[in-house]
């Protein structure tokens, strides 16, 4: 091409590199940070399966840094013949995980793969520098936007998972209440009925109902059940003296609210969907996703963009990141249910042709 061509030509490139440094940390987030971040100028459509997905396998403490144990159905701890209580071997562990599904899966001729959707990918890595040496201390891989369907049997999760529930208060009055003049709560959530309730849901200790907060950390590590953690209540955006009573009525305790179950295995939300299913990926995608490994505290930049937040604090071992993100002018959360998907679980969308999983 003659130099008169090229001037006509503009381009940009597919892979850009960014940098950038961290030195505001404190406790174990202290000193100096440096991050390479790969950023790749793409979208992408993916349906996949994968048998197993375990990621940290190393030996954890239950009750140090936010590790919880094993537990049973009836929320009791796994112990080994010492007594000691029981963690999970690996922070991660998701059987037969998926992303995006597959509808009409039991024809092959009218089978329609539905994916799952991201934005700008991009691989990051971070460095520790101490006495003029650099060394890597963490790999994150993530989307500046996402959507779509996650499947599989979560077994074990470390790191944030956020969501909100929403539904009516007769729901809860009607598993918790034989009728109005059984308790003054129901006789008052009995006058609820109708009036749309919501609270922010997280993992949480299955033992003893206690969130990350309660437990003085900023996630927790190796948990398997999901709940409304102890102390927090549900709201109401409706006015009047009954739906002012609402968060009175409603305070979580030990993995119940108001005698209703508050807290709930991983297990059962065998699908769920990142952003909003009822939107398009502009306005419906979830940003700030990501997994990351570290063999030591990182603290990751946080591209959730939600007013006033600036670092992902990680430790060392894996973290999964689906958590609050700024829309707009409005904060949203990655992961939306019902109050009887919340207490009953989400059956698995199809992601095979032929068979639901286990391709």
Not at 89 to 113: E, H, K, M, P, T
Not at 139 to 164: M, N, P, W
């Amino acid at each position: 091409m003659t130099d008169r061509d090229l001037s006509d030509v503009s381009g940009q490139a597919f892979i850009t590199i960014d940098t950038s440094s961290y030195n505001q940390g404190s406790g174990n987030w202290s000193g100096d940070y440096e991050f390479t971040k790969v950023n790749l100028g793409m979208e992408l459509e993916t349906v996949f399966n994968i048998d197993e997905l375990k990621v940290g396998r190393f030996e954890r403490q239950v009750g140090v840094d936010g590790t919880v144990p094993i537990t049973d159905d009836n929320r009791n701890a796994i112990r080994d013949g010492s007594g000691n209580r029981q963690a999970y071997d690996s922070d991660i562990i998701i059987n037969n995980f998926a992303l995006g599904r597959v509808d009409n899966y039991n024809d092959a001729a009218d089978a329609a793969y539905v994916p799952f959707l991201a934005k700008n990918p991009y691989i990051e890595l971070a460095y520790k520098i101490e006495n003029g040496e650099k060394r890597i201390s963490g790999l994150r891989v993530g989307f500046e936007k996402a959507q779509g369907d996650l499947s599989g049997d979560i077994i074990s999760l470390t790191g944030k998972v956020e969501g909100e529930i929403r539904g009516d208060a007769a729901i809860v009055y009607n598993q918790n209440c034989s009728g109005p003049l059984s308790s003054f709560d129901c006789f008052t959530l009995s006058l609820a009925q109708g009036t749309e309730i919501y609270t922010q849901v997280d993992l949480v200790d299955g033992e003893t109902g206690n969130g990350a907060d309660s437990l003085g950390v900023s996630y927790l590590k190796r948990a398997s059940w999901f709940g409304v953690p102890n102390g927090r209540n549900f709201d109401s955006d409706e006015r009047g003296l009954i739906a002012a009573l609402v968060p009175a009525l409603t305070r979580a305790d030990d993995c119940e609210v108001t005698g209703t179950p508050g807290c709930f295995r991983t297990s059962i939300y065998e699908s769920i969907y990142i952003g909003d299913k009822d939107a398009s990926f502009e306005d419906g995608s979830a940003s700030g996703v990501f997994i990351s490994m570290q063999t030591e505290s990182v603290p990751w930049e946080d591209l959730s963009g939600v007013p006033g937040t600036d670092r992902v604090l990680t430790d060392q071992g894996a973290y999964l990141n689906i958590a609050r993100y700024q829309s707009g002018n409005e904060t949203k959360y990655p992961l939306y249910l019902t109050l009887e998907e919340a207490t009953n679980g989400t059956p698995r969308v199809a992601t095979c042709v032929g068979r639901i999983k286990g391709c």
